[in-house]
């Protein structure tokens, strides 16, 4: 399948698309080594949360953040 054919299936079909792709790469590969750079951005959050520079928001208050934005 080309990106055409993709293109021409609607939203709900590309996500199903989506998922089964994600679920047989899942499925071929149970150990899959996270690229390096996710544990340099994990430890600078985490150095973050310990120094108390982390701001958390609420469900709520990202809605609003996300919406005010529009």
Avoid: T
Avoid at 9 to 16: A, G, K, T, V, W
Avoid at 49 to 58: C, D, E, N, Q, T
Wanted: hydrophobic share 40%.
């Amino acid at each position: 399948m080309g990106i055409l054919e993709i293109k021409k299936l609607d939203i709900e079909e590309r996500m199903l698309l989506m998922e089964q792709i994600w679920n047989s790469i899942y499925d071929e590969n149970k150990q899959i080594d996270s690229p390096s750079w996710h544990k340099k951005i994990i430890n600078h959050r985490l150095e973050l949360i310990k120094s108390g520079k982390m701001r958390f928001l609420s469900i709520a208050e990202v809605k609003r953040e996300v919406y005010a934005n529009r």
